[in-house]
Nanobody, 114 residues
Framework: QVQLVESGGGLVQPGGSLRLSCANA??????TGWYRQAPGKQRELVAT???????NYADSVKGRFTISKDNAKSTLYLQMNSLKPEDTAVYYC??????????WGKGTLVTVSS
């Protein structure tokens, strides 16, 4: 079974940047993306990138976050700029295969604080 593995989380000051990576998010997945879950809140969509289609973003991150995928490396990325304290959350890599089965990583913590 494919395991999605996130990396790149950490502590960053407001206004800073981080890039998250998700390994093993290869071409077998027609759609991949990132979700996040803040303390005490439900998991929410951050961004998705379908194969051959346009990326979609939550309104709260539009213009600040960029999702991309390197198929040669089977790696999904999330470039996060102009980070805000409200971006603090555990970020999860997500993928859906052609049978509609969902795959999740274990998450990586992003903390935005001064």
């Amino acid at each position: 079974q494919v395991q999605l593995v996130e990396s790149g989380g950490g502590l960053v000051q407001p206004g800073g940047s981080l890039r998250l990576s998700c390994a093993n998010a290869g071409n077998i997945f027609p759609t991949t993306g990132w979700y996040r879950q803040a303390p005490g809140k439900q998991r929410e969509l951050v961004a998705t990138i379908p194969s051959g289609g346009s990326s979609n973003y939550a309104d709260s991150v539009k213009g600040r976050f960029t999702i991309s995928k390197d198929n040669a490396k089977s790696t999904l990325y999330l470039q996060m700029n102009s980070l805000k304290p409200e971006d603090t959350a555990v970020y999860y890599c997500w993928a859906a295969d052609s049978y509609g089965m969902d795959y999740w990583g274990k998450g990586t913590l992003v903390t935005v604080s001064s």
